[in-house]
């Protein structure tokens, strides 16, 4: 079983939102679109389902071109973030509601129904309407009606967006599990860099349209091809900061040089974009031969157990994630440091020419 997008691309009103993609999704995997918001998770979903006809391409299912074909007649199901059930019907009646349109037998509705149920720990609640229940027990009994279709292809439009942080943690941790045994294609879009590296198995950076790499997961978080990639892996986005390379030392900040970091001796000479997330910027140096910046601080964020500072390094604009609460004040001068080890380096055309060494070394 395999979903392959040749070329498809998506055009509304003269205007791009999907540029040509190519993308191959094989049976039993999970398999995360991320990005920020009208990046065009939808949208490509959406041509992955049937439901937009690209504007260009095709769409292949199990070595089938279903490009033209109705949504009805694929083997689709979606959920999307704002879950839907029928409050009027209760909870079996929910879950037995598409295999009830498809005709299926009541031996093979039932069956089925209890089989899905029990996946998704709703077994107690099948005579309750869906008002009766907690949040993330709808969005369990709309995910079980998408799963009881048997469908081959599963898409999850940022499921857990409007759920509480608890229930966001508990589905997460289910979700897995459930594609797992399912043996379906999943498709889960995100916004969030964190939900991607928990869910596992592969991702799509997406951004303004473009694909801008598709892999396993932690090897696009620790390797992002281009800075794009980069930017769309992290949550605040990675900090960015000029940087020249020449004789072997690495010139940056306020007229600092060291010695150039592992994996990037061999580099040209000449300018390069340094990349750098912000949880791996810190206040007080912990390692030796750290990189130091003298920045203003403008904004703290206090999260409870970690505080956001937003920094500004003539003229450019970081985030810096740093552990505990901090008490600073907006508009004071701020030294930073940042270990060698956690910079990207990213040539003049934003792609990746040197992964930081902690990456490497993972």
């Not at 059930?85 to 009646?93: E, F, K, L």
């Not at 229930?167 to 969030?192: K, Q």
């Not at 974009?273 to 031969?289: D, I, K, M, Q, Y």
């Not at 004071?332 to 910079?343: C, G, Y």
Request: net charge negative.
């Amino acid at each position: 079983m395999s979903l392959i997008l040749e070329g498809v691309s998506k055009t509304v009103g003269g205007m791009t939102h999907i540029y040509p993609t190519d993308i191959e999704l094989q049976k039993g995997t999970m398999n995360v679109l991320l990005g920020p918001t009208l990046s065009g998770k939808t949208s490509l979903m959406r041509l992955m389902a049937g439901l937009d006809v690209p504007a260009t391409g095709r769409v292949i299912w199990n070595g089938e071109d279903v490009t033209g074909m109705r949504v009805q007649d694929r083997k689709v199901a979606m959920v999307y973030q704002q879950f839907i059930n029928y409050p009027s019907m209760t909870v079996y009646d929910n879950i037995a509601s598409p295999m009830r349109l498809l005709g299926q037998s009541r031996a093979e509705i039932d069956a089925r129904v209890r089989e899905t149920a029990e996946l998704m720990k709703l077994t107690p609640m099948l005579d309750r309407k869906p008002l009766e229940l907690s949040g993330g027990q709808q969005q369990r009994c709309a995910l079980a009606r998408a799963l009881v279709k048997n469908a081959g292809l599963v898409l999850l439009d940022e499921p857990l967006a409007n759920l509480d942080y608890k229930l966001r943690e508990e589905l997460r941790a289910e979700i897995p599990r459930i594609f797992e045994e399912s043996g379906a294609i999943f498709v889960y879009a995100t916004t969030e860099p964190e939900e991607a590296l928990l869910l596992g198995g592969n991702t799509a950076a997406l951004w303004e349209g473009k694909v801008t790499q598709f892999g396993p997961t932690p090897s696009v978080y620790r390797k992002p091809v281009n800075a794009t990639t980069a930017r769309v892996f992290s949550d605040p986005p990675m900090n960015f900061l000029q940087i020249r390379k020449e004789a072997g030392m690495l010139s940056f900040g306020d007229g600092q040089s060291m010695p150039t970091m592992p994996g990037a001796e061999a580099l040209p000479d000449g300018t390069y974009t340094a990349g750098f997330r912000p949880n791996h910027l810190e206040l007080s140096p912990h390692v030796a031969g750290v990189m130091s910046f003298k920045t203003q601080l403008t904004v703290t964020e206090i999260t409870g157990s970690e505080t956001f500072v937003h920094l500004d390094h003539h003229g450019e604009r970081w985030v810096g994630l740093v552990h505990g609460i901090q008490s600073l004040t907006p508009g004071q001068e701020l030294e930073v440091f940042l270990d060698p080890a956690h910079v990207y380096l990213f040539g003049q055309d934003g792609a990746l020419v040197a992964a930081a060494p902690y990456a490497e070394a993972a």
